[in-house]
């Protein structure tokens, strides 16, 4: 009787949630799975460092978001296509365009198939989004703060398959691949930044990207994950600004951003899993956590400056 009453309390649960959220978690599942079976064939995590061990994950922790938002392109086409531009023709084509794209990088990014191409096309697709969506949309709220977080956001999301491009070019291209990912860098460190001063100065909100959702009053801890990550952010933030340890403060970070998923945002997707707005706020930090560790892989493995 206990077994069944557990068993219909899960059936329940299940059936709650909208087939919309269903199929992101399914599609980022798969790719999870895809990127774990890849990594721990090849072996490179044996032989690797504590906190490089953490950095083999960062197109794995990429890639899973965005082949969940590429989902959404095909779930919630109407919503997102009302968001753009409004000279930029066939509005529904680019949104199945770019959920296609999507869900083809995180397989590449998992795989290994054709990665730099994937990183690279990743990299000007989210920095299209911060010159014709962010950049506007900051331009028409110039005292709207979440306006610069998400622009600043995109840059960062732009920065990690930057980083990573520039870290399969050095054999070919060494001068190119150190300006890439000297830009990267900076893209990445001017945010946590900022980010580090918006987390001491609302503590409320949710940490790691400082975003509109306030933290919920029952979970363990509130606002002390918020201090303890801008105080993170402010010392790696600075040395990844300086050029120095450049590695090991970029791993820091997504060391940083990867407890907080596990005891901020994992309990609040759990309590919102029939929502949209817990898979994004995880999926949204998670990506963060992988864009910085994309760029801790392609910073040189000395403490000397960058």
């Known amino acids: 009787m206990g077994d069944s009453l557990v068993v219909s309390r899960a059936a329940v649960a299940l059936v709650a949630i909208p087939m919309e959220v ?13 990127g774990l079976v890849v990594i721990f064939l090849r072996g490179e995590w044996r032989t690797e460092p504590r906190l490089d061990k953490l950095i083999l994950f960062g197109p794995l922790f990429y890639a899973v978001p965005i ?4 989902t959404e392109h095909f779930t919630l086409t109407r919503g997102i296509a009302s968001i753009v531009p409004a000279w930029i023709p ?8 770019v959920g296609a794209s999507l869900i083809a990088a995180a397989f590449s990014l998992v795989t290994g198939i054709c990665v730099r191409f994937s990183s690279s096309l990743l990299a000007l697709m989210f920095f299209l989004f911060v010159v014709l969506m962010d950049v506007p949309g900051c331009m028409r709220n ?35 691949a150190r300006a890439a990912a000297t830009i990267a860098r ?47 952010y402010l010392i790696a933030g600075i040395l990844l600004l300086a050029g120095k340890k450049t590695r090991a403060a970029g791993a820091s970070i997504g060391l940083t951003v990867l ?5 901020v945002y994992v309990p609040i997707a759990v309590a919102e899993r029939a929502s949209l ?30």
């Open 22 to 34: 269903t199929w992101s978690y399914g599609v980022a599942a798969l790719v999870f799975a895809t």
């Open 67 to 70: 082949a969940a938002f590429g």
């Open 90 to 97: 066939w509005h529904v084509f680019w949104v199945y365009l």
């Open 142 to 176: 110039p005292h709207n703060r979440f306006a610069i977080i998400l622009a600043l956001r995109e840059l960062s999301f732009c920065a990690g398959p930057l980083a990573l491009a520039a870290s399969l070019s050095q054999q070919q291209s060494p001068r190119a």
């Open 186 to 232: 900076y893209f990445i460190a001017i945010p946590v930044l900022f980010y580090a001063i918006q987390q001491f100065l609302h503590a409320d909100h949710v940490p790691g990207i400082p975003l509109e959702m306030v933290t919920p009053a029952w979970l363990f801890g509130h606002s002390i994950w918020t201090y303890l990550t801008a105080v993170m």
């Open 259 to 263: 407890f907080v998923i596990l005891v």
């Open 277 to 306: 707005e817990g898979l994004n706020y995880l999926f949204d930090t998670l990506m963060y956590c992988g864009t910085v560790l994309m760029l801790a892989r392609a910073m040189p493995r000395s403490e000397k400056s960058t």
